[in-house]
């Protein structure tokens, strides 16, 4: 089983930056997709963001495309989120996720996706 701690989320204005950690501990994500989901008040969690376990390949929903960039550190355990631009519309709970092994090929659906952290809130407003 693995564990996996977000950190990195706060208040800012819209305009400002976040970079969003996540830290797994238990085992190895390296051989893993990656990926990167939020849940607004009110709304289903939506994918945000997913990354290869190479680490070269990403994909991004249409909504933060241009504006977050997904990486990771084999090395490390840890992938990060980093939010340019922010805008209200980016306010909800942030959530890492595990994905499937050894493929190159991503995927945004929330079943495809079977360990999740807690979250972070980031709360983007003026």
């Known amino acids: 089983q693995v564990q996996l701690v977000e950190s990195g989320g706060g208040l800012v204005q819209p305009g400002d930056s976040l970079r969003l950690s996540c830290v797994a501990s238990?085992?190895?994500?390296?051989?893993?997709?990656m990926g990167w989901f939020r849940q607004a008040p009110g709304n289903e969690r939506e994918f945000v963001a997913a990354i290869n376990w190479h680490g070269t390949t990403t994909l991004y929903a249409h909504s933060v495309k241009g504006r977050f960039t997904i990486s990771r550190d084999r090395s490390e355990n840890t992938v990060w989120l980093q939010m340019n631009s922010l805008k209200p519309e980016d306010t909800a709970v942030y959530y890492c996720a595990v994905g499937p092994r050894y493929t190159d090929v991503l995927d945004s659906l929330e079943n495809e996706y079977d360990d999740w952290g807690q979250g972070t809130q980031v709360t983007v407003s003026s």
């Open positions: 238990g085992r190895s994500i390296a051989p893993y997709t």
